[in-house]
């Protein structure tokens, strides 16, 4: 299954796939440091602190980078 069958699939029974996507992503910036959430994803790290805010999240930083010493 592809994308876009699947967004066809989920509109037919009533779901509307760009809120659960954003309920999805909400959710995880909740549990990990929106940076590391955003990194993952392929979102601006911006995107990712904004929906942190929205959320109501407390991560405020987070040291990116390599800590495999």
């Keep these: ?4 069958t ?4 989920l509109c037919e029974i009533g779901v509307p ?3 659960g996507r954003t309920s999805a992503i909400r959710q995880l910036v909740l549990q990990a440091p929106a940076p590391v959430i955003a990194k993952a ?10 929906l942190v805010t929205e959320a109501g999240g407390t991560w ?7 800590h495999q010493r």
């Design 6 to 9: 699947l967004h066809v699939h």
């Design 17 to 19: 796939p760009q809120r």
């Design 41 to 50: 994803l392929g979102h601006h790290d911006k995107t990712a602190t904004r």
């Design 60 to 66: 405020s930083r987070c040291a990116l980078g390599d």
């Design 1 to 4: 299954m592809n994308p876009v």
